[in-house]
């Protein structure tokens, strides 16, 4: 399986941009899916997750209220919209399928991985 993200880009403080992960085949197989972050000398940090169904996610502290994941279970597409953005929230962001169909935080449930997509926020 193939994870590919997109929609990162350089967008000042207080604005959105809109994430996308297409994966390679359908996750409609049970697979729970998550984007997480790693900022420059920091090290990978959860941002959310959403089970197999869209019904039920999980959100980090540092960004509930202000993004949302959501998936489109005939596409195989999960997207990560993000409001609101703090300087703070400048990362790579990655998305991942996990083993699992539930929505968790745990990085180690994750077994696919995709490249990354730079999120620069400016003050």
């Known amino acids: 399986v193939q994870l590919q993200a997109s929609g990162g880009g350089l967008v000042q403080a207080g604005g959105s941009l809109r994430l996308s992960c297409a994966a390679s085949r359908r996750t409609g197989s049970n697979n729970g899916m998550g984007w997480f972050r790693q900022a420059p000398g920091k090290e990978r940090e959860f941002v959310a997750s959403i089970d197999w169904r869209g019904a039920g996610s999980n959100y980090a502290s540092s960004v509930a209220g202000r993004f949302t994941i959501s998936r489109e279970y005939a596409q195989s597409t999960v997207y990560l919209q993000m409001n609101s953005l703090e300087p703070e929230d400048t990362a790579v962001y990655y998305c991942?399928?996990?083993?699992?169909?539930?929505?968790?935080?745990?990085?180690?449930?994750?077994?696919?991985w995709g490249q990354g997509t730079l999120v620069t926020v400016s003050s």
């Open positions: 991942a399928m996990s083993r699992y169909s539930t929505s968790t935080s745990r990085s180690e449930y994750y077994q696919y």
